[in-house]
């Protein structure tokens, strides 16, 4: 029997998680997630998926993070009626994370096509709509951790302990072989969390397997161990920083873990004095409702660490917009948190317009920031960015913190890898940057893997697999290579203006500036 596995998401970049596993029985998707970053690659949400979503069997889901599993409503949509297999947790963040993904659509094609409209261009539908996630629910089948389940005919899953966010997973698949030999055994790590910490599980997984699918996110990183103690260290270092240019502090953060991990440290600090004391508003609906999920299931009511998320006097909850505009009323010191952690979708794009020209004010970023997303613009230190269309000079103080990352580190995946030892045949490199990718590919042949068992896939790449084998089959790939991994011309665009502005205002004269477009002109023209 052939199993063939291919790569349509999350290969040469971080977002877009998406696995094909088929036999002659079956075909079963791990994960179903949302490209993130450059224009281009997020482009491919709008195409028609890369199968045929009404013939799958099965939906494996390693977790709630939307470049995860961001386009369920979407294969709801295109006729597919199978089941999602999720743990509890994240089906219950999933039933929060969707029809928020769907509002955001909503307003952003919305928004979008008013422009598209202005210029004569024909409006678009957004990718799927809160009707269309709420719908999609139906679907989930919740599955507990550790126990086997038969998912589709010939093939049974098992979920472990990710220890990247409430309910994450890694997720081992067993296909059965037509002649009743063995079966091919892989896992899926989904987000492998950095382990040794004091609000999340330490990652977890089997060993004696065929092929390993693992991320590549912080391949290339080196962390230090930091206690919880530690951590809230810098923490507070970052916020007496914030508090003495004059605030406010506005953190954009991921919705799930991260706002609940920060909030919990805050809290802390404040309530021992160790930072100023000051409100604390959490500007985002999600991120409410998944604190709600985070009370009632982050750990047994007696020793819960997330029950300090309730609405007080230190932490208010900003529901809706009208509230949300009545923060740029606010005088004095005080914490905004606000999604999206990229900076790429959410009220936080709102702060950012607001605050970004300030110099009072500072913008932490807390998490991974890949290429194209405003976050990464900020982190690399752009003097000038563009929010909605509108350009806005960055003057605000830009600090990152990664001490809350969900994420291993490199030598955290490695460890990770060679726990599932023996390996019988491949260990696929995914949701990475090439250089992430590549750096993870050297630790593990330092650790004395071979080179030939360490595969990097590109965007569409697909395998035929078996036990301890895995050959590369031809395939189309939907963009280039390098177009998953950079900046595009939408970004290349954006920053042109941006420098055509400087120009012109820069020059001494009107005859000046006219000589400089008149210079544009006569190149966009071309040769006679």
């Given at each position: ?122 409006a678009l539908a957004p990718i799927f709509t809160v009707e269309d996630a709420h719908a999609s629910l139906a679907i989930l089948r919740p599955t507990p951790l550790n126990e086997w389940r038969d998912v589709a005919p010939g093939v049974r899953a098992r979920f472990w302990h990710a220890g990247h966010i409430l309910g994450s997973a890694s997720i081992e698949v067993e296909i059965g072989e037509a002649d009743d030999a063995a079966p091919v055994r892989l896992v899926f790590s989904g987000d492998v969390g950095p382990g040794g910490r004091d609000l999340t599980e330490d990652p977890q997984g089997p060993a004696d397997v065929d092929h390993v699918i693992v991320e590549s996110t912080y391949g290339g990183a080196d962390r230090p161990i930091i206690s919880p103690d530690q951590r809230r260290e810098r923490l507070r270092k970052a ?290």
């Open positions: 029997m052939t199993i063939r596995l291919q790569f349509l998401g999350a290969a040469g970049c971080v977002t877009g998680a998406c696995f094909l596993l088929t036999s002659a029985q079956a075909r079963v998707l791990v994960d179903c997630g949302m490209f993130q970053g450059p224009k281009t690659l997020k482009a491919l949400n709008y195409e028609p998926f890369p199968f045929q979503a009404d013939v799958l069997d099965a939906v494996l889901l390693t977790h709630a993070h939307i470049d995860h599993s961001g386009m369920i409503p979407k294969l709801f949509n295109s006729g597919y009626r199978g089941p999602v297999f999720a743990t509890p947790e994240t089906a219950r963040l999933c039933s929060v994370l969707l029809p928020d993904a769907g509002a955001i659509q909503e307003m952003e094609v919305e928004a979008l096509n008013k422009r598209r409209r202005r210029v004569g261009e024909d916020v007496l920083a914030a508090h003495a240019a004059g605030g406010p502090l506005l953190i954009p953060a991921f919705a799930v873990e991260r706002t609940q991990e920060l909030i919990v440290d805050l809290l802390d600090l404040m309530e021992r004095t160790l930072a100023p004391p000051g409100p604390i508003f959490l500007d985002s609906p999600l991120a409410i409702k998944a604190s709600d999920v985070f009370l009632r299931h982050g750990g047994p009511a007696h020793d819960n660490p997330y029950s300090v998320l309730r609405e007080s006097g230190s932490l208010q909850f900003t529901e809706n917009a009208n509230e949300s505009r009545h923060l740029e009323t606010v005088r004095g010191w005080h914490v905004i948190i606000a999604a999206s952690g990229m900076c790429d979708a959410g009220r936080v794009r709102h702060h950012l317009k607001r605050l970004l020209w300030r110099p009072e004010a500072t913008v932490l970023l807390v998490g991974y920031q890949p290429i194209g997303t405003l976050g990464r613009l900020l982190l690399d230190g752009r003097k000038v960015v563009s929010i909605q269309g509108d350009e806005v000079r960055v003057r605000a103080h830009v600090d990152f913190l990664d001490i809350y990352s969900g994420h291993a580190d490199g030598a955290g995946l490695a460890k990770w890898v060679e726990a599932r030892k023996p390996i019988h045949g491949r260990v696929f490199l995914t949701h990475g940057e090439p250089d992430n990718l590549k750096a993870l590919g050297k630790r593990l042949t330092a650790a004395g893997f071979a080179r030939e068992a360490i595969e990097i896939p590109a965007l569409d790449a697909t395998y035929e697999l078996r036990r301890g084998l895995a050959k590369p089959e031809h395939s189309a790939p939907r963009l280039p290579a390098a177009s998953t991994s950079r900046l595009d011309w939408h970004n290349a665009r954006a920053e042109f203006l941006a420098a055509l502005n400087r120009s012109l205002a820069a020059a001494e004269t009107d005859a000046a500036r006219e000589a400089l477009l008149a210079q544009l002109k006569d190149v966009l023209r071309g040769p006679d």
